[in-house]
């Protein structure tokens, strides 16, 4: 563990009794193996990643003589405020305002911190304002980066990597609308770098101007689980903003792309990727930007995106080599339906440009056991892998597997996390600096939550009030008490994982 930490944790604690509210019980299922108290382990957890250190090493320009608190030790509190769910920074506040001396002291075991009191969160605002937000974009690149030299991923290769691929995920979303500029100059200007202007009503008497933020999304996509990579906000000058919100929406996430990739590329020279995307990344420019770094793909082509190769697989699916030779069929016995999946493909079609791909066409059909026969899915994939009866399958299952992107983003924006929520409005690189907060949290809990010390800490609980309910233990649990967790005083844990469905 960190010798910081580990120094605090031992100087402050004391043999307090267990401490409860009225309206807090620690559930039965909470109690785990030797004692350990279900926040020790995140608190372990947390550590073992070495997130403190990560915090502890974000650039400084406060002077030191004037402060209190340390830069990891802020960082720490807005990251407490994600990871346990609260939604907003006042919701934390408001926890930890009036908490007796004996009651602060988990809570500042957790961040680091000697003594008893608890920073306000005006104070963690002004100290993370002046670090660069894209700071914690290379936090989330070092977090991955060590469970990759851990060799996490390897040991779990089979579960996790498909084929033994990186899958990579992209996606924009929307994530604020304001009628006023929320951040202004001297002159009472916008300020803000990340404010797109859009228009209602344009060219009319009822014309209104207003402004969005859009951020681009990058996630490891694995079965069972998905954690950001990267968090791209776009800025007003990269786009063109007079256009309509679907089309503002494409720019920005190819934007985004041809920033973020060859930085993930440089990063990992040696890792196997394959990028995820629907159609709007069916073009020439970025099929020719995969090559360039060595990247693999399945993307979705639709009837309107690369319209001439469409045409051409047309044609050779009219001939009788490719309807016999160039296609396969399987079916799947369930408990309530016989599951007939389709496939036919097209190798090294030319999309002109020196360019060419591999197109592989899937439907799957159920027959339940009425005999009635439902569609379940019907879609088309460019790849640029060549296709076989042995893997045609299998590449329709990895291309489907860029749904779980969806599921990201609806825990960001729900499930207490609340991404959506400005944190810091006026400041515009502040605001960002809690949403990059938001995507570490998700990375470090989605790992920590398919560890099995923390499946059986869990229970039958939802993973949002798992989180608040470790957030109880520390405010209402005797520091001396959870210090005692057998997880806490072992010099070395080993983590182990399940990705299994379910608790």
């Not at 500029?181 to 202007?197: E, M, Q």
């Not at 027959?367 to 045609?392: A, D, F, M």
């Not at 405010?475 to 997880?487: C, D, G, L, P, T």
């Amino acid at each position: 563990m960190n010798e910081t930490i580990v120094e605090n944790f031992t100087n402050n604690s004391n043999p307090l009794q267990i401490l409860r509210e009225k309206n807090f019980q620690v559930p039965p299922q909470s109690k785990l193996p030797e004692g350990d108290v279900d926040v020790a382990s995140l608190i372990r957890f947390m550590e073992q990643m070495n997130l403190p250190k990560f915090f502890m090493a974000l650039p400084d320009g406060r002077q030191q003589s004037k402060t209190t608190y340390s830069l990891g030790s802020l960082a720490l509190w807005a990251f407490a405020t994600c990871v346990f769910r609260q939604g907003a920074k006042n919701a934390l506040h408001t926890t930890l305002q009036g908490l007796s001396i004996e009651k602060r002291q988990g809570i500042c075991r957790f961040l680091g911190i000697t003594g008893t009191e608890v920073p306000h969160y005006t104070t963690v605002d002004d100290a993370l304002a002046n670090v660069d937000c894209e700071k914690f974009n290379d936090i989330l690149l070092a977090l991955f980066a060590q469970m990759n030299e851990r060799k996490f991923f390897y040991n779990h290769a089979a579960t996790l990597l498909p084929n033994g691929d990186y899958y990579i995920g992209t996606d924009g979303y929307h994530l604020h609308t304001y009628t006023q500029p929320h951040a202004v100059d001297k002159h009472g200007h916008n300020a803000c770098p990340y404010c797109l202007p859009r228009k209602r009503h344009a060219g009319t008497e009822r014309e209104v101007i207003y402004w969005v933020h859009t951020a681009v999304t990058f996630v490891l996509i694995c079965k069972n689980l998905t954690i950001p990579l990267f968090l791209y906000p776009l800025k007003s000058q990269q786009i063109n903003a007079n256009q309509s919100n679907d089309k503002l929406k494409q720019e920005c996430e190819l934007t985004a792309a041809h920033a973020v990739l060859p930085l993930i590329r440089n990063r990992f020279p040696k890792l196997k990727f394959t990028f995820l995307g629907d159609a709007l990344y069916a073009n020439r420019p970025f099929l020719r930007l995969c090559a360039k770094l060595k990247m693999d793909y399945i993307i979705v082509r639709k009837e309107k995106t690369l319209t001439q190769l469409g045409r051409k697989c047309d044609e050779l699916a009219k001939l009788k080599l490719y309807q016999t030779a160039y296609s396969h069929q399987e079916r799947v016995v369930r408990k309530k339906a016989t599951i007939t999946r389709k496939a036919r493909w097209f190798n090294n079609v030319e999309l002109g440009d020196g360019l060419a791909t591999n197109v592989l066409r899937f439907e799957e059909t159920a027959v339940n056991l009425n005999g009635e026969e439902k569609p379940q899915y019907k879609g088309e994939w460019i790849c640029s892998k060549r296709l076989s009866k042995t893997n045609c399958i299998r590449e329709s299952e990895r291309g489907r597997m860029r749904w779980n992107h969806e599921d990201f983003h609806n825990t960001c924006k729900h499930r207490g996390f609340n991404i959506k929520h400005d944190m810091a409005r006026a400041n515009p690189n502040l605001l960002f600096v809690w949403k990059f907060m938001t995507c570490i949290a998700f990375f470090v809990f989605e790992l920590f939550s398919h560890c099995t010390i923390a499946k059986k800490a869990r229970g039958t609980r939802s993973l949002m009030k798992f989180a608040k309910d470790m957030l109880q233990e520390l405010v209402n649990i005797a520091w001396a008490r959870i210090w005692e967790s057998a997880i806490l005083k072992k010099s070395k844990v080993q983590f182990r994982f399940c990705f299994e469905d379910g608790p």
